[in-house]
């Protein structure tokens, strides 16, 4: 296989296609996967993820995103950061050097403005009409409502690996609140050598298991990459279950240096694929939840 992209979501469809033309061009995995989560990012019928994502308890658009390139280990992150386009990347621009890679509020922003990225309200009408309909309930949410997480990993012609994510967290989150989205080894990995994997759902049960570096460690162990997704999705299930009495919403996405992939999930999940030996495609897993 010369080339894959794996994503989260059905959103994530047209970024997909974008990505695996970058792919087939010969661009690299970074590349593809900032191009193809800043797609989802633009869309404002997206309301997850960047231009109209989910208010926090404010009635405001935080936005939070990673990077991580596979072949150095190196990665970029921010978090809760207001008024900028697009937190993927922000984040990318962020991972070379050995210190400062990860910024959150009032630090990422003034990093933002310094390097010239674009400015933007992420709150549209929508937005305000769904947090002022929403708002008198906000301790009835449940605790996945509204929450998908875009993640993005590819693998490129020259044998390299990517993992990108991007949100707006949480709806109705508290301020300062980050989930798993922006941390390096919980809602995302890469390691060119091995394989990625990115993860999407409730990020303080993600953080509870570091999900996507456990995914990437199991298929170092030698298993394929739907073994390390199911395993690493089911083992974390499980000891939430047995401590907690429940398990919240999680779901893992792999991609093995192959191109071949895995999915595991604890929830109905849908998911994007493409590679040189497949069109973009949207998959779907149903999970009956007790």
């Given at each position: 296989m010369k080339y894959a992209v794996l994503a989260t979501w059905?959103?994530?469809?047209?970024?997909?296609?974008?990505?695996?033309?970058?792919?087939?061009?010969?661009?690299?995995?970074?590349?593809?996967?900032?191009?193809?989560?800043?797609?989802?990012?633009?869309?404002?019928?997206?309301?997850?993820?960047?231009?109209?994502?989910?208010?926090?308890?404010?009635?405001?658009?935080?936005?939070?995103?990673?990077?991580?390139?596979g072949d150095t280990l190196h990665f970029g992150a921010v978090g809760s950061v207001e008024g900028f386009r697009s937190a993927v990347r922000i984040a990318a621009s962020l991972q070379d050097g050995d210190a400062n890679n990860f910024l959150v509020g009032e630090g990422a922003e003034r990093y933002a403005e310094a390097h010239g990225f674009e400015r933007r309200d992420n709150v549209t009408a929508e937005t305000l009409e769904l947090y002022e309909k929403e708002k008198e309930r906000l301790k009835e949410l449940s605790a996945y409502d509204g929450h998908d997480t875009v993640c993005f990993l590819?693998?490129?012609?020259?044998?390299?690996l990517c993992a990108a994510t991007s949100?707006?967290?949480?709806?109705?989150?508290?301020?300062?609140?980050?989930?798993?989205?922006?941390?390096?080894g919980v809602g995302y990995y890469a390691?060119?050598?091995?394989?990625?994997?990115?993860?999407?759902?409730?990020?303080?049960?993600?953080?509870?298991?570091?999900l996507s570096y456990a995914?990437?460690?199991?298929?170092?162990?030698?298993?394929?990459?739907?073994?390390?997704?199911?395993k690493a999705v089911s083992e974390l299930n499980d000891t939430l279950v047995e401590r907690n009495g429940y398990a919240n919403p999680m779901s893992l996405i792999v991609l093995a240096k192959d191109g071949s992939y895995g999915i595991g999930t604890n929830i109905t999940f849908t998911y994007c694929y493409a590679s040189d030996e497949e069109e973009a495609t949207v998959h779907e897993i149903i999970v009956e939840r007790e």
């Open positions: 059905k959103m994530a469809e047209e970024g997909t296609k974008k990505a695996a033309k970058l792919l087939a061009e010969g661009k690299d995995c970074g590349e593809a996967v900032i191009e193809g989560i800043a797609m989802v990012e633009d869309n404002p019928a997206f309301h997850s993820v960047g231009y109209g994502g989910r208010p926090n308890a404010e009635g405001r658009v935080f936005l939070d995103g990673g990077f991580m390139n590819a693998l490129d012609q020259s044998g390299s949100t707006s967290g949480l709806f109705m989150k508290q301020p300062g609140r980050i989930g798993d989205t922006p941390l390096p390691d060119s050598k091995i394989g990625a994997a990115a993860a999407t759902g409730m990020g303080e049960e993600i953080m509870k298991g570091a995914a990437v460690r199991f298929l170092k162990d030698g298993l394929s990459a739907q073994e390390a997704a199911e």
